[in-house]
């Protein structure tokens, strides 16, 4: 047992973040202290109307569903076919943030030794290790052809656009052939849409997954992960949600009711109270949008090269250098941001920086790089 306890801590990576702890105690020894977009977590205060919800349901004794209420399957059902095209007979069901679902994807899938799950060459690293915990291999694949240079059987195909780390917009063009190769090879995609709604003027449309679009008549074999972190600054509420194909929800839920994966009803409700309201989702995507501009103009300014970046919360930016000068370079100016490598190999000349910062510490940002020559 202690051995097995030991190999599976030895396939997992370390947590990157972890890795950054030298640069952030230098970054916060500048007189004007730490300025801290290495993670995307918000700042901005709960909305009003969410927040209400969430007090009005807290007497709650009960253990709640798994499936979540009936009112919150309507509310994300409404969402989906509203924002993502989903239309009828969609599957729904609430998941505990969504990294949590993204981490245990590939072992609810039932997914294992001599499967594979493909991942894009620059991606979130939870998809990763999900796949590392289930023992299954892993494949930096996102086209067709990419899929079918894999040895072996592809279980699970993560897609995400807009992107995390880069802010990349998949046309649905090159979903839908995703999506066509998975189904005529028995695999399931999962498409992260978490950044769906941080659109910008002048950038393009995200499609989801669940659009016609991309998934044509039927849903099958495609879900779609979303959270209300970014959208409705709900990142301490762990509210998420997977809709799609009513056969893969069903199979998620029936192992997810085993293990007590359940959402707390103050939550649930609080849920519904966020997907009811756009008002307040359209608020918070000005403010990211006004700290955008200012973080690529400072970015710019001091001589960093954006690359995609077109929606999302981050600005995927580099200097032509390794990544790690790159953070040394910003931590002695008192700033944090994420290094590349973090997110795939890929990655290693670049850099992510986050939106979710106040307006007065990503003005901070600008006036420091101003300076640079």
Same mark, same amino acid.
């Given at each position: ?20 702890? %030298? *640069?952030?105690?230098? +970054?916060?020894?500048? !007189?004007? =202290? @730490? /300025? ?107 086209? %067709? *052809?990419?899929?079918? +240079?894999?040895?072996? !059987?592809? =279980? @699970? /195909? ?107 009803? %103050? ?107």
């Amino acid at each position: 047992m202690a051995a097995t306890r030991a190999a599976r801590s030895a396939a997992l990576p370390d947590f990157p973040w972890d890795l950054l702890a %030298p *640069a952030k105690k230098r +970054a916060a020894a500048h !007189p004007g =202290g @730490l /300025i801290d977009l290495s993670i995307g977590t918000p700042v901005d205060p709960v909305p009003t109307v969410i927040r209400e919800a969430l007090a009005a349901a807290s007497d709650a004794p009960g253990y709640p569903l798994a499936a979540g209420s009936p009112t919150l399957r309507a509310a994300i059902g409404e969402y989906a076919a509203r924002r993502c095209g989903a239309g009828d007979g969609v599957g729904v069901l609430p998941t505990i943030g969504s990294k949590e679902l993204v981490g245990w994807l590939p072992i609810l899938l039932g997914l294992g030794p001599g499967d594979t799950v493909a991942i894009p060459s620059v991606c979130y690293p939870t998809y990763e290790v999900g796949a590392r915990m289930a023992g299954a291999s892993v494949a930096r694949a996102g086209s %067709p *052809a990419e899929l079918d +240079a894999i040895d072996g !059987p592809v =279980g @699970l /195909i993560w897609i995400n656009s807009p992107g995390n780390p880069n802010g990349r917009v998949l046309p649905a063009a090159e979903l839908a052939a995703v999506v066509a190769w998975a189904r005529a090879h028995g695999a399931v995609v999962a498409s992260d849409e978490c950044y769906l709604e941080l659109t910008y003027d002048g950038g393009p449309t995200p499609v989801s997954a669940l659009d016609p679009a991309v998934r044509g008549d039927a849903l099958d074999g495609v879900i779609a992960v979303h959270s209300l972190s970014k959208r409705s600054n709900l990142a301490g509420y762990r509210a998420g949600f997977v809709a799609g194909d009513p056969a893969v929800v069903a199979e998620l839920l029936a192992v997810r009711r085993h293990l007590g994966m359940l959402m707390p009803a %103050p939550v649930q409700a609080a849920m519904v109270a966020a997907l009811s309201d756009q008002a307040h989702a359209e608020e918070q995507r000005q403010r990211y949008a006004a700290r955008r501009e200012v973080l690529r103009a400072a970015l710019t300014g001091a001589g960093l090269r954006i690359e995609d970046s077109a929606a999302g919360l981050y600005l995927w930016a580099t200097r032509d250098e390794d990544c790690w000068t790159t953070v040394d370079w910003l931590a002695g100016r008192g700033i944090l941001a994420s290094p590349g490598a973090f997110y795939g190999p890929a990655g290693v000349r670049h850099m992510r920086f986050a939106l979710t910062a106040s307006d007065e510490r990503i003005g901070a940002v600008a006036a420091r790089l101003s300076s640079v020559s």
